[in-house]
């Protein structure tokens, strides 16, 4: 994956070919962490393009994204991998019918154990394991990006499986040994902080902050996303967009909530944008009454200019 990409202009050109405007900040971080095969860990408010920067990123060099969503309870189980038990018992089932082929010719007790014994370790086999993200993306044996989402939504326990991936690129599992990369994932952790994450976790990352975006760039991506809508009506909408972010809301509107807005007045056929249009779409925007309303009593000015 190292060759794919020589200059951050380059990240930066071929994102914008899957519609994802990154600014120069943006690109270098993504660049760096390609050439040096280390995890990016990118926080910022829900929204504003943390899980489609990976998503993007995938298509734009053709690789396959293993996604790893995390929860609160979320185990190695569900994230590295487990044992297919159904799987096992059918191959106990059969051993046992075999019993006496296995043992046939001993002359002990003992040398009838190793036999069975040697058998035994078949039940801890490859055959036998599911994988999950983390172990697919590392056994995967080509190129990919591994987006580990919302990191922050995980308990803290979790952040200690994984250390062995995002330090040495490989998993330990008891039965088997320790397995690594075949081939290094471009790995994404997104978080949206609601809580803190270790010191031992954010060493291993490089780090980006992903901010709500000037008003310039905003426009560029709302117009790279719906090219239909007129210049003036995106300006009007990203100045009142960027005006609403300076109210004491609970939930602040982000690129998704302006781009949806957008989406919600081509279809409504809108041509202006004025008090009544912000009103019968304010529920793209608003996600909560109290924050509608406060909308709404300074709609004239978030409209004016």
């Known amino acids: 994956m190292k060759n794919r990409v020589k200059t951050p202009q380059e990240v930066k050109g071929i994102l914008e070919r899957q ?90 007790l003992n040398e009838a154990v190793e036999r069975i014994v040697a058998v035994e ?8 394991l599911v994988a999950r993200p983390l172990l697919k993306a590392i056994t995967l044996g080509r190129p990919n990006v591994l987006l580990i989402d919302e990191i922050d939504k995980a308990d803290p326990e979790f952040e200690a499986y994984l250390l062995e991936v995002l330090s040495n690129y490989q998993i330990t599992i008891p039965e088997l040994g320790t397995i690594e990369a075949t081939s290094i994932p471009l790995v994404f952790l997104t978080s949206n ?82 008090k009544e249009e912000l009103e019968t779409t304010l529920g793209v925007i608003a996600k909560y009454q109290a924050d509608a309303k406060q909308i709404l009593e300074k709609a004239e000015e978030l409209l004016a200019g």
């Open 19 to 108: 519609s994802y405007i990154a600014s120069t900040q943006i690109a270098t971080i993504v660049y760096l962490a390609i050439q040096m095969q280390r995890p990016i860990l990118i926080e910022g408010p829900a929204g504003v393009g943390k899980t489609e920067l990976a998503k993007a990123l995938s298509q734009a060099l053709a690789v396959e994204l293993v996604h790893l969503q995390c929860y609160e309870g979320l185990d190695e189980t569900k994230a590295i991998y487990e044992w297919e038990y159904a799987k096992q018992l059918l191959y106990t089932q059969m051993l046992k019918e075999k019993i006496n082929e296995l043992t046939a010719g001993t002359q002990d």
């Open 121 to 128: 370790n078949a039940f801890f086999s490859k055959n036998f």
């Open 193 to 274: 902080n609601t809580r803190d994450l270790s010191d031992a976790l954010k060493r291993r990352c490089l780090h980006l902050y992903i901010d709500f975006p000037s008003n310039e760039l905003e426009s560029e991506i709302v117009r790279k996303k719906y090219p239909t809508l007129n210049k003036e009506m995106v300006a009007k909408m990203v100045a009142a967009i960027s005006k609403i972010r300076e109210m004491d809301l609970k939930k602040l509107p982000s690129i998704a909530e302006t781009l949806d807005w957008a989406q919600s007045l081509i279809a409504l056929q809108s041509t202006r944008l004025g």
